[in-house]
């Protein structure tokens, strides 16, 4: 998933995009389904969009709806299927060290040439092991 910003004084967007209806912020997703045009952002509240996408709950929801797919929580196995449950398993209690380097192995792995179920298993056992991963207090 990637985000961008546009600055509409100055770069000019063309199609149906329609920047700025609804309010300000614009939001907009764009992927296979949605093709070129994308898809606005639908609130779910009655609450302004910087202020309903300013709660981690409603930006979660909406990366995973956006992004037609579910994070898959160490902390209680939300989201998870059977291969990512074994896989937190076998992680638990592992020194951050091991950590990191899984982590640093697996970056290189996500950036060669594998076939599609390759890289989505890749993909999700990186998102596993970086909540493994606990920030020194240098790190903060």
């Given amino acids: 998933m990637a985000f961008g910003d546009v600055n509409l004084s100055e770069e ?3 199609g149906d995009h329609n920047p700025g209806a609804g ?3 614009t939001i907009r997703f764009f992927n ?3 093709g070129y045009g994308g898809e606005a952002y639908k ?5 302004a969009m910087c202020d ?3 709660k981690d709950s409603y930006m979660q929801a909406y990366v995973e709806e956006a992004g037609d797919t579910a ?3 160490v902390s209680d196995g939300k989201g998870c299927d059977e291969k990512s449950v074994a896989f937190i398993e076998e992680w638990k209690g592992k020194d951050k060290e091991a950590v990191d380097t899984q982590i640093h192995r697996l970056k290189g792995m996500a950036n060669s040439k594998m076939r599609p179920e ?3 298993w890749v993909t999700k056992r990186l998102a596993i092991l970086k909540q493994f991963h606990k920030p020194s207090k240098d790190e903060l």
Avoid: M, V, Y
Avoid at 43 to 47: C, E, F, H, P, W
């Fill in 12 to 14: 000019e967007i063309r």
């Fill in 23 to 25: 309010g300000w912020p």
């Fill in 32 to 34: 296979k389904k949605t």
């Fill in 43 to 47: 609130q779910k509240t009655s609450d």
């Fill in 52 to 54: 309903e996408l300013g």
């Fill in 71 to 73: 994070l898959c929580l």
């Fill in 118 to 120: 390759g890289k989505e």
